[in-house]
């Protein structure tokens, strides 16, 4: 068997070979906000990196905040000299970038599986996680949905405006779900799908949403459900590449329009054991339903990873399909919980609060702890919506009680990390009074 890294190496001099006019790779990972940062290398570089040179890059680029910026979160950012940390190559993660004007590669990196991984990274907090998990002999199988908007590349006065028809040129501002929006804007869909697969992500369903311009991607199930977010953080990364390419502007931004529905980032978890049962399944199904009691105990205390930001709040008990309590069904898409008909095999929950802007790795971190409280306390959930259409119990509604809701709550912080749940809150709590610190011209319409 080849060692790791005679196994990167020999991945980066293939892609050299079948690619050899691209000079640079972006080395990119997932902050908390949700955005990619990293570093371009020469891709010669790249090799000394592969065979073992190290990797290193400033620990506190995972806490910047949603613009960039930089808080004093503990003694981090201002009281520890910035130091470096050590990262490590994702295999199977270098790719070309087709949406770029130049040849140009990329490839993920993350400090989990390094001597000193970063306690609040995302994809290691949910390494941590699976890790765990598979110790117990739980093996989820993960597949995500995400939501998007099409709008036109140029904005008009800093607002969105609606996708144009390529075959009319008339303004997409007619919400449906008909099959023929996914005709009118192929040429784009059709370039976003070509684009992930050759980024490795499995594409299977497409449809065109409720919302105006709005459009839903699934992913397969995979069985690596660290791979299953790295895809979703990808597919947004070259869907506003592409987008971008063809005259338009991709946005997961989870309520851009009030009137009409918000997008969301739907996550399907089934929990296996080593011989391959599906754990949910067994006695009448009752683990599945310990599982939910888990899930709905601990996601009031989740919002701030689920509703990432002021908007993502917004979306909540919107027009469509948005819940404003923690709550569960059968086949029932108002159900922030919702139980797909399936067969036993199959069986699995859908967890469809967050928004499409949620950190990927860290919404499926969240999920999985809750679903594994749930298998460990063996409660029984509340009543489902199917019984009782009111049932279900109140969560967090704006960002600030959410912090607080979700700092001290001792499951979460053993679940995740207390450390990380510090970080995270801090980082949360300061993006949002950032948010607030500029005035708006509707505040002087009212009040000058």
């Not at 919107?318 to 036993?344: F, K, L, M, Q």
């Not at 809750?370 to 704006?398: C, H, M, V, W, Y």
Request: proline fraction near 7%; charged fraction near 25%; include cysteine.
């Amino acid at each position: 068997m080849k060692s790791h890294a005679a196994t990167l190496l020999a991945e980066v001099r293939t892609f050299r070979q079948n690619h050899p006019d691209v000079r640079y790779v972006d080395l990119i990972a997932l902050d908390i906000p949700g955005h990619f940062y990293g570093k371009r290398y020469p891709v010669d570089m790249l090799e000394k990196v592969a065979a073992g040179s190290p990797l290193k890059l400033p620990q506190n680029a995972v806490l910047l905040g949603a613009q960039g910026g930089l808080f004093k979160i503990g003694d981090y950012c201002f009281h520890d000299g910035d130091p470096d940390a050590n990262r490590r190559l994702v295999p199977g993660t270098l790719k070309p970038v087709s949406w770029e004007a130049q040849p140009l590669g990329q490839m993920l990196i993350t400090s989990d599986g390094t001597e000193a991984p970063i306690e609040f990274e995302p994809r290691e907090v949910l390494a941590k996680v699976l890790e765990r998990l598979h110790r117990k002999g739980i093996h989820p199988v993960v597949a995500f949905e995400l939501e998007f908007y099409l709008f036109d590349k140029k904005l008009s006065d800093g607002l969105p405006q609606f996708a144009r028809d390529p075959l009319s040129d008339d303004a997409d501002d007619q919400p449906n779900l008909h099959i023929e929006r996914l005709s009118r804007f192929a040429p784009v869909l059709d370039d976003m799908v070509e684009t992930a697969k050759a980024q490795g992500i499995d594409i299977t369903v497409i449809t065109a949403e409720l919302g105006p311009g709005q459009f839903e991607i699934n992913f397969g199930h995979l069985e690596d459900g660290l791979r299953a977010a790295d895809w979703a953080a990808l597919f947004c990364r070259s869907t506003r590449g592409v987008a971008l390419k063809h005259g338009y502007r991709a946005s997961f931004m989870a309520k851009p329009y009030l009137q009409h529905p918000g997008s969301g980032m739907h996550v399907h978890v089934s929990l296996y054991d080593a011989a391959g049962n599906n754990l949910l399944a067994a006695h009448q199904q009752q683990p599945l339903r310990h599982a939910v009691a888990g899930c709905l105990e601990l996601l009031p205390h989740c919002m701030p990873i689920f509703s990432p930001n002021h908007n993502a709040f917004r979306r909540l008990g919107g027009t469509v399909n948005a819940a404003t309590r923690a709550c569960w069904g059968y086949e029932d898409r108002d159900a922030c919980v919702r139980i797909p008909e399936s067969d036993p095999r199959n069986l699995r929950i859908e967890h469809r609060l967050a928004s499409a802007d949620a950190n990927p790795y860290l919404v499926l971190a969240a999920i999985l702890v809750g679903l594994e409280q749930g298998l460990e306390a063996a409660k029984e959930p509340i009543a489902p919506l199917n019984e009782d259409r009111n049932s279900g119990t109140d969560f967090p509604l704006e960002m600030l009680d959410a912090v607080r809701a979700m700092q001290h709550q001792p499951a979460l912080r053993e679940g995740l990390g207390a450390e990380f749940v510090d970080v995270y809150c801090e980082n949360k709590r300061q993006d949002h009074l950032a948010f607030q610190q500029e005035i708006h011209a509707r505040e002087y319409r009212w009040y000058l």
